[in-house]
Structures are given as structure tokens and as C-alpha cells.
């Protein structure tokens, strides 16, 4: 096999993954970046390097709107980069992306930890889809609390019906429904509590039916909290990618003269949002914004973005 086709090879399983949140889907780039950190062509530093910026960037391009790979790439591509030959630069970026994979699973459970604190003791809390941060949190102690869950079904892939199970199944009482029953329901919920694939300039970007949960929750005054780590967090000027088309079969095997649009994500906007709980502080909108300009990041994944482009609206 040559070596691209290797590189496809490694990466097919994150762009076929249509059900996991951005901690699980890191967790496998994580698992692509390590086996990459061997498989790719050099026997130089700098050909180890280029072969990683090129792994990298496959796996960007497969998961755009997921900021945790942002992260991810930036560990593994400095570890690589200051590495003195090619046999420590492959060593060094297969341990740093194993090092990644491993924290992801502290910062979530500390991010759980953090935004349990925030959840009431007797009440309803409503969540769209299925983000394993908003889920692990629920669980958190949940036997000190006296909780109902609205879970929304995250269509096209209904994944939110995962998270049902697994809060049934812990013995929390779940309602299920169908996105477009948000703004009906919200009005029983006493918090939302949403995840994020990233946070930018452009708010909270996460499955799309959150945007709407979120403007059903803020004229009833109703807090909405997000969980998130902070390998969500973009500096300011990077872009949100929205635009990730997706099979439009997942949605309706439609007849000739139907257009079927089709996409994942979508932003809500920070003054829509209470909080952002991470698994280092809480943040308001505005602390949230201080902290983005502390992000650093390397200028092969700035170039990345800028080769992709900005995006405007997605268009109808």
C-alpha cells in the first residue's frame, strides 16, 4: 500500500464516525496520530515532520468543527518538531499523542466533576444529543440528586437515544424527543446543559438543535450551561467550520427534484449562553473570551485554516 493510501487508511474511522462527541472522536485521532507517528514515510526529522503535517491534516479534514483535534495536532506536531532526528521525532509525536489520549479522559472527568456542582439538586435538565462531557456529568453523583433528563434525539443519527440509555439505565428518569420539540419542552426544564465541539468566534459550536434549545431557554430565563474541556477553546480569528455536508440519504432517501441538506453542526451564540464549565475554571461569555487569546497555535495548522477559508452562513 503506498503511503497515502496508508494515511486514508488510518483516518476512514473518524470521518465514518457520525455518532461520538469530540471527546471520542479525539480519543481515536489520538489513536491514528500514535500508529502515524511509525507509519509515515522519512528519514529525516523534517520528512518525519511533513508526513505528520500531512497526517494531521487528513484528520482535520475529516472532523472540521471539532476543536479538540486542533489540539491534538498541536501536541503532536511541536513534539515532533523539536525533536533532534527522525527516530525521536517519531517517538516523541507517538508519546505525546498517546499523553493526549490519556488526559482527555482526567479533563473529562473533571469537567464532569466541575459541572455537577452546577446541576440542581431536585429538578429537570434538558440536553440535545449525546455528548459523553454532558453525560458523565449527569452521572456524577447522581445518587446525591433527584434529577429528570430531557433528552432531544439529535437527528439525523438519533444519537441522543444513547444518551437516554445510559441515564435510564443508571435509574434517572428520561423524557425523549424529537428536536423540534425544544422549544415545548424547555419551558419544564430548570437548566439546559449542553456539550461543544469548539468554542470560537463564533460562539458554542455543537450538534444543531442546540441553537434553538438555547433561544427557547433565554427569554424564559432559564440558565444554559455548556461542558466542555479546554482543548475546546480556539483563539480568536480561527475559524468554526459549519459546512461539513453530510450523506443526504442519512436524512431521507428523497425523490428527483428534492434537495436534501444535511449537516452536523451549528453555533450558538455566546450572549444565548450562562456559563462554560471546563475542567480548569468556569467561565462567563466574556471570561471565555480572555482566555481564547491566550491559545497558541503552530503555523501549519494556521495554515490549514487559512486553506480552508472562513465561513459565512450555511447556506439553504
Known amino acids: 500500500m503506498d503511503p497515502e493510501a496508508r494515511l486514508d487508511t488510518l483516518v476512514a474511522p473518524l470521518r465514518a464516525d457520525t455518532l461520538s462527541g469530540a471527546a471520542v472522536v479525539a480519543g481515536t485521532a489520538a489513536q491514528v496520530l500514535h500508529q502515524g507517528a511509525f507509519d509515515v514515510p522519512g528519514g529525516s526529522r523534517r520528512e518525519v515532520h511533513a508526513g505528520l503535517t500531512a497526517l494531521s491534516v487528513k484528520i482535520l479534514d475529516a472532523q472540521p468543527a471539532m476543536a479538540p483535534l486542533v489540539a491534538l495536532v498541536r501536541e503532536v506536531l511541536t513534539a515532533a518538531g523539536s525533536a533532534a532526528d527522525a527516530r525521536t521525532a517519531r517517538g516523541s509525536a507517538a508519546e505525546a499523542a498517546e499523553l493526549f489520549r490519556e488526559r482527555l479522559e482526567s479533563r473529562q472527568l473533571e469537567v464532569a466533576r466541575r459541572a455537577a456542582r452546577l446541576l440542581p439538586r431536585k429538578g429537570t435538565v434538558l440536553t440535545v444529543s449525546s455528548s459523553s462531557t454532558v453525560r458523565d456529568a449527569l452521572l456524577f453523583d447522581a445518587h446525591l ?3 429528570r433528563v430531557i433528552c432531544l434525539e439529535g437527528r439525523p443519527m438519533r444519537e441522543g437515544r444513547m444518551m437516554a440509555e445510559a441515564l435510564a439505565g443508571a435509574g434517572i428518569e428520561v423524557v425523549f424527543a424529537v428536536d423540534a420539540a425544544a422549544d415545548a419542552l424547555v419551558a419544564d426544564a430548570d437548566l439546559v446543559l449542553l456539550g461543544a465541539d469548539s468554542l470560537g468566534d463564533r460562539g458554542v459550536v455543537n ?24 482543548t475546546k477553546i480556539l483563539p480568536p480569528g480561527f475559524p468554526q467550520h459549519l459546512t461539513d455536508d453530510r450523506p443526504p ?45 491566550d491559545v497558541v497555535l503552530p503555523e501549519e495548522i494556521r495554515a490549514w485554516a487559512r486553506a480552508r477559508g472562513a465561513e459565512g452562513p450555511a447556506p439553504l
Open 145 to 147: 440528586r433527584d434529577l
Open 207 to 230: 450538534k444543531i438543535g442546540s441553537k434553538g434549545a438555547a433561544a427557547a431557554a433565554k427569554p424564559r430565563r432559564i440558565p444554559v450551561h455548556v461542558a466542555a474541556d479546554e
Open 249 to 293: 440519504e442519512e436524512v431521507w432517501d428523497a425523490p428527483r427534484g428534492v434537495v436534501v441538506w444535511n449537516r452536523y453542526f451549528e453555533a450558538v451564540p455566546l450572549e444565548t449562553i450562562t456559563l462554560v464549565t471546563t475542567d480548569e475554571a468556569t467561565y462567563g461569555p466574556e471570561e471565555l473570551e480572555r482566555r481564547r487569546r
